[in-house]
């Protein structure tokens, strides 16, 4: 068994390297004819453009996207600039110049890379499944019997903050900086999803969808990994799966069938404000312009925003959401479950958790007011401020850094939760339901905690859950995500996650011990 996973890990890292290559292999060009007939297709009206297009780039060849995009990018900053000084704005061409550069670059793809995609494929995602799928697998008779299996988690560099960890840390961060301020960089990894792109949405692939895939794609593998682990505990088989359907089925699948469909791209589980673009301008013209299914996307995302989410908390939580259905917390859940245990305990990080993730909530709801002010009134400023530069400040700090190179990047170090955590607005909504009026509980008997601490090791959210368990306390912590893994490492038995009234629940007030009397009557209440 060793021998197979030791082998699925050097077929894993060999997909990963051919993979991690790409961006800078490959052989780009572009004709004179191919030029013009995309300049025509795109109605671009910068001749400044078009010109040092030809110029520059036509009939040469590039060795890999790092020698043609400072080209394109340099021409598109020129141009901009003249035109600009001439005050020629009609000519002004907005597209974002990584995005220009990456867009041409799809164009110009020849040689081996993007001439044999599925080969290319097979080499990176093919060899890195398999590998990892060998990997995992063997600890179906490597970990023995079904039961609680954390033994030497502190002792492994990959999961001790060693050099594994250290290392992951710094390919995940590299990772996402690519994918949101560099996607010209990612081109190669486009041409390998296109045939998958084009049977889903009927267009090529570009760097989201990448994404999407590699998403679906980690989350299954690692969620393969969690059934093996977590076998002992019917509601973390059943939690892994539903995450994965939500993940796949509404995250990417039905988005990418309604493009095909001609309809608006949109994800019916993702609720503002984690969805804060929702009422951005051009998302909201978009949808009203979309007829009947637009309007519907616009009318069910209020009512998801305002009504079944608040609702589903009251019943069940916020783990109906942030453990059950959202993306975040399904990659947090899998990839992430290795990590767990690094999470901040300290009364600092509470403090410094409560302040971020409540301060994005209101940075995402001022930005919203604002954005829907300028919408009606038809002004681009609030106070003398810019709309605009508001939404922009948001999508770059919160949406993509803290979110996504911090939100994932920081697994390794930090623990798996540090967006959903620090940063996530919409856990901030839904903590407030939960604190204050949910009938969801984690409740615990005091009396026969060991005081072992793995519930506390575990817990993603940085909470003392073995404070609570010592003393037979509720938990009813606003950040509490009711991931259940406390629950499923406990060797007593002590905690229980419950949805049901409040009437006959043991209660902070009293603490209860193993021979006391009260708690069969307690029991016999429910």
């Excluded at 001749?47 to 520059?56: K, P, S, V």
């Excluded at 598109?76 to 600039?81: F, H, K, S, V, W």
């Excluded at 390919?171 to 792109?197: C, E, G, H, K």
């Excluded at 229980?496 to 009437?503: A, D, T």
């Amino acid at each position: 068994m060793k021998t197979i996973k030791n082998t699925g890990l050097i077929l894993f890292l060999i997909g990963l390297a051919i993979f991690s290559a790409l961006p800078f292999l490959g052989t780009f060009s572009l004709s004179s004819s191919e030029i013009d007939q995309w300049v025509e297709q795109k109605g671009i009206k910068s001749e400044l453009f078009a010109a040092a297009l030809q110029e520059d780039v036509a009939d040469r060849s590039f060795q890999g996207m790092i020698e043609l995009s400072p080209v394109i990018e340099k021409s598109l900053d020129e141009a901009n600039a003249a035109h600009r000084k001439n005050r020629e704005y009609d000519k002004v061409i907005y597209t974002k110049a990584m995005d220009m550069a990456a867009e041409i670059g799809k164009r110009a793809g020849t040689g081996f890379i993007a001439e044999n995609r599925g080969l290319m494929w097979w080499a990176t995602f093919g060899l890195g499944i398999l590998g990892a799928l060998m990997f995992i697998l063997p600890n179906v008779v490597l970990l023995g019997a079904k039961g609680i299996k954390n033994n030497g988690i502190y002792h492994r560099n990959a999961t001790n903050r060693g050099w594994i960890a250290w290392g992951v840390f710094f390919y995940l961060i590299a990772f996402y900086l690519v994918l949101y301020f560099r996607p010209q960089y990612a081109v190669n990894w486009t041409y390998l999803m296109d045939p998958i792109s084009e049977k889903l949405s009927g267009n090529p692939a570009g760097h989201w969808f990448v994404y999407g895939f590699m998403y679906c794609t980690v989350m299954v593998v690692m969620g393969i990994r969690m059934y093996i682990k977590y076998r002992h505990n019917r509601y973390q088989m059943i939690r892994t799966t539903s995450v994965l359907f939500f993940q796949i089925v509404f995250a990417f699948l039905i988005p990418e069938i309604m493009v095909r469909l001609q309809m608006p791209y949109y994800d019916f589980k993702n609720a503002f404000p984690l969805d804060y673009d929702f009422f951005f301008q051009w998302n909201l013209r978009s949808l009203i312009n979309s007829g009947g299914i637009g309007i519907f996307i616009l009318v069910w995302g209020i009512v998801l925003t305002l009504v079944i989410v608040p609702v589903m908390v009251y019943f069940f939580g916020k783990r109906w959401y942030c453990s059950w259905v959202c993306g975040c917390g399904g990659l947090a859940e899998t990839l992430g479950d290795p990590y767990r245990q690094h999470s901040s305990k300290t009364l600092l990080s509470w403090r410094i958790e409560r302040w971020l993730v409540h301060g994005v909530l209101v940075f995402a709801v001022g930005m919203t007011l604002m954005t829907l002010y300028s919408f009606f009134s038809e002004t681009g400023t609030v106070l003398g401020i810019k709309t605009s530069g508001v939404q922009n400040a948001y999508s770059l700090f919160i949406g993509s850094l803290f979110a996504g190179v911090i939100g994932t990047g920081f697994y390794p170090i930090f623990g798996n939760r540090v967006w959903c955590r620090f940063g996530c607005p919409l856990a901030a909504y839904l903590g407030f339901v939960q604190r204050f009026k949910s009938r969801f509980r984690i409740t615990t008997n005091g009396g026969q905690c060991i005081s072992c601490g793995n519930c506390s090791t575990y817990c993603e959210q940085g909470i003392d859950v073995r404070a609570y368990a010592q003393k037979g306390e509720n938990i009813i912590r606003s950040s509490c995500v009711g991931c259940g893994i406390c629950a499923a490492v406990c060797p007593r038995g002590v905690l229980k996650l419950e949805n049901g009234p409040e009437k006959g629940r043991i209660n902070p007030t009293e603490v209860l011990l193993g021979n006391d009397v009260n708690l069969m009557e307690l029991v016999n209440r429910k």
